[in-house]
């Protein structure tokens, strides 16, 4: 069973940076982590999860419009461990981060990916 761990969510002021990162492991179905679309969702408080960012196995990347620009998201195949670089953050990027993973990426940019981690907390201030 696939599983996956967040960290390195906390709490910044407005403008700051964090970094998140999501370790994978579990990978028993003949299936390794680099074949697999990873991502990030996040969900505020009220709020549906909205998908943040994905990225394939080759690192190609595409993100939501609301951080373009400011986030980047990459992955180390050899450690299977996903990150999220959050730079010039924003009140409304509070939230709470989740990694996710699949197969296929129809399932990623649905929201309906096979795999989803804890999720990290992240709350700006302003």
């Known amino acids: 069973q696939v599983r996956l761990v967040e960290s390195g969510g906390g709490s910044v002021q407005a403008g700051g940076s964090l970094r998140l990162s999501c370790a994978a492991s579990?990978?028993?179905?003949?299936?390794?982590?680099?074949?697999?679309?990873m991502g990030w969702s996040r969900q505020a408080p009220g709020k549906e999860r909205e998908g943040v960012a994905v990225?394939?196995?080759?690192?190609?990347?595409s993100y939501a419009d609301s951080v373009k620009g400011r986030f980047t998201i990459s992955r180390d195949n050899a450690k299977n461990t996903l990150y999220l670089q959050m730079n010039s953050l924003k009140p409304e990027d509070t939230a709470m981060y989740y990694c996710?993973?699949?197969?296929?990426?129809?399932?990623?940019?649905?929201?309906?990916?096979?795999?989803w981690g804890q999720g990290t907390q992240v709350t700006v201030s302003s």
């Open positions: 990225i394939d196995s080759d690192g190609t990347s």
């Open positions: 996710a993973a699949d197969l296929t990426l129809f399932n990623m940019v649905s929201g309906n990916p096979d795999y």
């Open positions: 579990g990978f028993t179905n003949g299936y390794t982590y680099s074949r697999y679309y």
